[in-house]
């Protein structure tokens, strides 16, 4: 089965906003990975945290983590149109495979 | 540095055909991943090679579903005898031996649509 929740499913904000993802996870993680999906494309690495750290920042990207609630979340500030698409967190289990939520589905309004 | 190659980009079989999807991962990594995405869900995990070697197969379908991963040339997805639910995007990704979390490339996919 696969483990990674993200919610909300789908979000449609207007350009300037902020938009935040949640991401939750059952079983212990040595690090907790954001993706990118842009429609009927492949998935681009946007960020990494590792269970020690507690937050990381890349450019307008903000990564949370919190292993005691196994949850993490994706802020991007100020969001463009070119940031529609959707986010998927996803951990490495077992013998390195990546395991996927479902996804949000990001829109932002112009 | 070509990054992770899918081909092809779309493939379309009637029901009873066999399907071929084709990955060349990325210079240097020896390890390859499939996934399948149906419309509006996230990568459901397939199998993990290696040249070779068949890592982990937990996600495939027991049956009409195969992989390889050989020696020379690209890894391979092959469905037999297609049905409408395979109608799919299937990716692939690559990784070194010790990915270290963000070390995974993906490609861009192949749309296989049944009809």
């Known amino acids: 089965s696969q483990q990674g929740e993200e919610d909300p499913q789908a979000l449609s904000i207007q350009e300037g906003e902020n938009a935040t993802m949640n991401c939750s996870y059952k079983t212990s993680i040595n690090n907790l990975q954001w993706y990118r999906q842009n429609s009927g494309r492949g998935l681009v690495h946007l960020i990494l945290?590792?269970?020690?750290?507690r937050e990381k920042h890349s450019g307008r990207l903000r990564v949370t983590l919190d292993t005691s609630k196994k949850s993490s979340s994706l802020l991007i500030t100020a969001s463009r149109a070119a940031d529609t698409a959707s986010y998927f967190c996803?951990?490495?289990?077992?013998?390195?495979?990546?395991?996927f939520g479902q996804g949000t589905r990001l829109t932002i309004n112009p | 540095n070509a990054g992770v190659m899918q081909n092809p980009r779309h493939l379309v079989r009637r029901r009873g055909q066999e399907a071929r999807l084709r990955c060349s991962p990325m210079k240097g990594h020896s390890h390859v991943y499939w996934y399948r995405q149906l419309p509006e869900e996230g990568l459901k995990f397939m199998v993990y090679l290696q040249k070779e070697n068949i890592i982990d197969e937990s996600g495939m379908p027991k049956e009409r579903f195969s992989a390889e991963f050989p020696k020379e040339g690209p890894s391979i997805l092959r469905i037999q005898q297609v049905v409408r639910g395979d109608s799919a995007a299937y990716f692939c990704?690559?990784?070194?031996?010790?990915?270290?979390?963000?070390?995974?490339?993906f490609g861009s996919g192949t749309r296989l649509t049944v009809v």
């Open positions: 945290i590792r269970s020690n750290e």
């Open positions: 990704a690559s990784s070194p031996p010790t990915p270290g979390g963000s070390g995974y490339t």
């Open positions: 996803a951990t490495v289990q077992g013998a390195q495979k990546l395991v």
